[in-house]
């Protein structure tokens, strides 16, 4: 079982940047799908990026590509989502999110789908104001 704990929310301006990061209780860099998911007041949660196990391959949602960029160090057991550019419309809860599985299958290109992921965190929020 893997607990994960996030921190680095906050309030920024828009434009502004933050830095979110979540500390994986167990070795997951080799074998687990690691993602970030957001969900904002009266809406879905949603995913906003994976990368697959060993770190070879990134996913993102089309609101973000360009300006957040997900990564993981392995010495850390730590999985960060640089976020730059932020508008308000990505005020959120964040969470972290992990599921053992081969990187095929972290995110589905055909459906733009993340994967099902079994472990969360408890969120963090962020807040952008205009």
């Known amino acids: 079982q893997v607990q994960l704990v996030e921190s680095g929310g906050g309030s920024v301006q828009a434009g502004g940047s933050l830095r979110l990061s979540c500390a994986a209780s167990?070795?997951?860099?080799?074998?687990?799908?690691m993602g970030w998911f957001r969900q904002a007041p009266g809406k879905e949660r949603e995913g906003v990026a994976a990368?697959?196990?060993?770190?070879?391959?990134?996913y993102y949602a089309d609101s973000v590509k360009g300006r957040f960029t997900i990564s993981q160090d392995n010495a850390k057991n730590t999985l960060y989502l640089q976020m730059n550019s932020l508008k308000p419309e990505d005020t959120a809860m964040y969470y972290c999110?992990?599921?053992?599985?081969?990187?095929?299958?972290?995110?589905?290109?055909?459906?733009?789908?993340?994967?099902?992921?079994?472990?969360w965190g408890q969120g963090t929020q962020v807040t952008v104001s205009s």
């Open positions: 999110a992990a599921d053992p599985r081969p990187a095929y299958d972290c995110y589905s290109g055909s459906s733009r789908r993340f994967a099902d992921f079994g472990y």
């Open positions: 167990a070795y997951t860099y080799s074998s687990y799908c």
């Open positions: 990368i697959a196990p060993g770190g070879g391959s990134t």
